[in-house]
């Protein structure tokens, strides 16, 4: 069963960055780089949104409009790990981040999520 956990919330004054992680493990039929990474979000009374993802092959990346020249999305495929570098960030920044793998024969996974806040 794999198994997300992300880290690197917390409150950050708008301008700020913050670098979020997302450590994966629980890999038995395909590894880690064979798993196409995302990071969402969800702010309170909305649905949730994608923010960017990063395919398998060939680590190619997309972004959400809202988030484009602010946010980077990376993978370590030696530490099963992604990552999402967050820079000027805004208030409308401000939702419970998610992480999610997805491959097409073994399923898709979710993290438990963590808060971002970005407020003065």
């Known amino acids: 069963q794999v198994q997300l956990v992300e880290s690197g919330g917390g409150l950050v004054q708008p301008g700020g960055s913050l670098r979020l992680s997302c450590a994966a493990s629980?890999?038995?039929?395909?590894?880690?780089?064979?798993?196409?990474m995302s990071w969402y979000r969800q702010a309170p009374g909305k649905e949730r949104e994608l923010v960017a993802v990063?395919?398998?092959?060939?680590?190619?990346?997309n972004y959400a409009d809202s988030v484009k020249g602010r946010f980077t999305i990376s993978r370590d495929n030696a530490k099963n790990t992604v990552y999402l570098q967050m820079n000027s960030l805004k208030p409308d920044d401000t939702a419970v981040y998610y992480c999610g793998a997805a491959h097409q024969r073994a399923g898709t996974y979710w993290g438990q999520g963590t808060q971002v806040t970005v407020s003065s």
């Open positions: 629980g890999f038995t039929f395909y590894t880690f780089s064979r798993y196409t």
């Open positions: 990063i395919i398998s092959v060939g680590s190619s990346t």
